[in-house]
């Protein structure tokens, strides 16, 4: 019994149809900027806010859609509930949790952050 050339070309296809590419990783990030919150020099914009982001995988090994960083914080901001451009603005009490909803066929994983949202006053 012998395998044809389409048969090898079809299952290459489906294999890389069923495969996907992913980074994952913990994106540290800084400004460079120390503020101290021990005095009054802060109003809480909005106290725990959340922001999400989902992915899927492909019976949960193979990342079709892997959850963003970028996405998740753009949500908690979004849930801030008033403008935040041009204002100075900080995220406080930040965590980040991961975890991953399994179902037969398919896994949902997703990424939340929450943090509360402070502005600085001028001193």
Do not use: W
Not at 102 to 114: A, G, K, N
């Amino acid at each position: 019994m012998s395998i044809g050339r389409s048969t090898v070309a079809g299952l290459a296809v489906s294999l890389a149809l069923l495969s996907g590419c992913s980074s994952t990783g913990d994106f540290k990030q800084s400004t460079g900027t120390a503020v101290s919150l021990e005095r009054n020099n802060y109003t809480v914009i909005k106290a725990g806010a959340v922001g999400q982001s989902r992915g899927f995988k492909l019976l949960g090994i193979f990342p079709i859609v892997s959850p963003s960083y970028a996405e998740a914080k753009s949500d908690l901001y979004e849930h801030a509930g008033q403008k935040l451009e041009g204002r100075s603005i900080a995220l406080a009490n930040q965590t980040q949790d991961t975890s991953s909803l399994y179902l037969v066929l398919f896994s949902i994983p997703t990424l939340t952050f929450s943090a509360d949202i402070v502005e600085f006053k001028n001193e």
